[in-house]
């Protein structure tokens, strides 16, 4: 971990007076390839208010100084949406079993200092210190590799994921709506990837 940056796990409603500095950072952070997210402000006070509103929930804060620069959610699948939930249905497995990683921001001037090893460290040790789970999982927008707005020279995560122990689950697909730079409201694809949640 980079010396003057400072994680913070937080649960539940303790998220609560971040939720503008984690709003602002998803809309810079995902605004890039792949997902071209064009977000607002209120929408997004409402999708982490899930979050906020779940005492199961984790989510850990990079700090440095008195800044946020990278964020990462989770909380138990059971408690996320249906269409979360629906790809575990068709797979036969319960999701209740499962504790779902939402997503790790992180301004690009952090990143390769090992931060996003720590920010999945502290989520799967939070699903392991509640118990009853058996895997963790998050999934990712699905982009064409010959998709001409990809930047060149572009490097996706799956090694670092694969890495990690997590596999790709073809089939295990939902699809989101939301506002594409340049665009508009268009549905996605995103596919889950499966971990084993080892028990220590």
């Not at 810079?28 to 999708?47: K, N, Q, T």
């Not at 209740?96 to 790790?104: D, L, N, P, Q, T």
């Not at 572009?154 to 790709?168: E, N, Q």
Request: with cysteine; charged share 20%.
């Amino acid at each position: 971990m980079t010396p003057g940056i400072t994680l913070r796990t937080l649960v539940g409603a303790a998220i609560v007076p971040h939720l503008d500095a984690i709003a602002a950072l998803r809309i810079a952070v995902f605004r890039d390839w792949p997902y071209l997210y064009d977000g607002d402000a209120g929408y997004e006070r409402e999708y982490l208010r899930a979050y906020a509103d779940c005492p199961r929930s984790v989510v850990v804060l990079a700090v440095d100084g008195a800044h946020v620069v990278g964020a990462s959610t989770g909380l138990p699948l059971a408690e996320d949406g249906a269409a979360f939930r629906a790809p575990f249905h068709a797979r036969g497995i319960d999701p209740a079993r499962v504790f779902y990683c939402g997503e790790s921001v992180l301004l690009p001037a952090y990143r390769g200092r090992g931060i996003g090893h720590a920010f999945f460290d502290a989520r799967e040790a939070h699903a392991r210190a509640l118990g009853g789970f058996d895997w963790t999982a998050f999934a990712a927008v699905d982009r064409a590799d010959d998709d001409p707005r990809r930047p060149p020279g572009h490097r996706g995560h799956a090694a670092f994921w694969a890495k990690r122990g997590y596999v790709r689950q073809p089939g295990m697909t939902m699809h989101l709506h939301w506002n594409e730079v340049g665009v508009g409201e268009t549905g996605h694809a995103l596919t889950f990837w499966l971990r084993p949640l080892e028990v220590a």
